[in-house]
């Protein structure tokens, strides 16, 4: 997201008490000034569980205490002309090992065992658990965010790669163009000078 200069930007997400809060953000491009921002976390209560201070870049991760509403706060309040592009990530999941659970019961009240029946190439028949199909379908799901998750980190260190060799490039341009302008007006003023030294008249001629 981009964050014009002396605005503050705020988002929310929901959590619930016990979970896991992931936090991220790293400042890509800093229109020729600094890569930094200020971030700085609420919990529902209003208490403050994070205050950075004009980083470039910073992951934190907090145990939610409270269930409710969350505020990640971007300030750039403090760049008066330069707007900041920041990628920010939130992740909200819940605690290791407290996965839930599908539990399914018949009329009578009592825990029924759903199984999946089938037959393999050999014709054979067999049954698995759905539970288990549910907990290896969940499994795969959150690796596969995870992953998307790391390629989003390496997207953005990658875009921040481009824009400070963006940025070197146009200060390395920019300087060899000031020195070639300058050494042109040097060589031009040398040549002027010797014209006029060769273009004067000799005092030899005028005596003559």
Sequence with gaps: MRIDAGTRTCVFEKGNAGQILEFYYQVLDGQHGDLDISADVFDPRGNRLVADNRKSQSSVIIQLEHSGDYVFCLDNTHSLINSKLVYLSITIEDEK??????TVVDDNGEEEILEWVGIDENGASYSIEVEKIVQSLTHT????????????????????????????IFIVDAWSLFQ???MMC???????????????????NHHL
């Design 97 to 102: 090992g407290q996965e839930g659970e599908v």
């Design 141 to 168: 799901l959150k690796i596969i965010v995870k992953a998307k998750h790391l390629l989003d980190k390496y997207s953005a260190n990658k875009s921040r790669d481009v824009h400070l060799a963006a940025e070197d």
């Design 180 to 182: 070639i302008s300058f």
């Design 186 to 204: 040097v060589g031009f003023t040398q040549v002027y000078l010797i014209k006029r030294l060769f273009n004067k008249p000799c005092d030899y």
